[in-house]
Nanobody, 122 residues
């Protein structure tokens, strides 16, 4: 019902910035909670950030607090993740997600995009 298409990943050096985009289709994102997860090879998924559908309140994982910013553009039906001062440990496949629930590390009801790769070299 909802399709998500991530873009904006790439290969950068530590300290650089990237802006990830997630374009949604099929439904208006104003009716959903949205967020970002990431996953490295051989490791479980890790919550990164989320934004509530109501008043746009945001929530961040401790590991990215102060460096990443999640935002929405409702007119473009898109979600963004601005990533600043990137570190090698930020390297992962980043996924856009939507849910009927406010999104945290333990949220079960999620619809996933295909992911966009971020690689940060030291």
């Amino acid at each position: 019902q909802v399709q998500l298409a991530e873009s904006g990943g790439g290969v950068v050096q530590a300290g650089d910035s990237l802006r990830l985009s997630c374009e949604a289709s099929g439904r208006n994102i104003s009716a959903y909670n949205m967020g970002w997860f990431r996953q490295n090879y051989g490791k479980p998924r890790e919550f990164v950030a989320s934004v509530g559908f109501g008043n746009g309140g945001t929530y961040y994982a401790t590991a990215v607090q102060g460096r990443f910013t999640i935002s929405r553009d409702l007119a473009k039906n898109s979600l963004y993740l601005q990533m600043d001062r990137l570190k090698p440990e930020d390297s992962a496949l980043y996924f856009c997600v939507v849910s009927e629930e406010f999104i945290t590390q333990t949220t079960k009801q999620l619809t996933w995009g295909q992911g966009t790769q971020v690689t940060v070299s030291g």
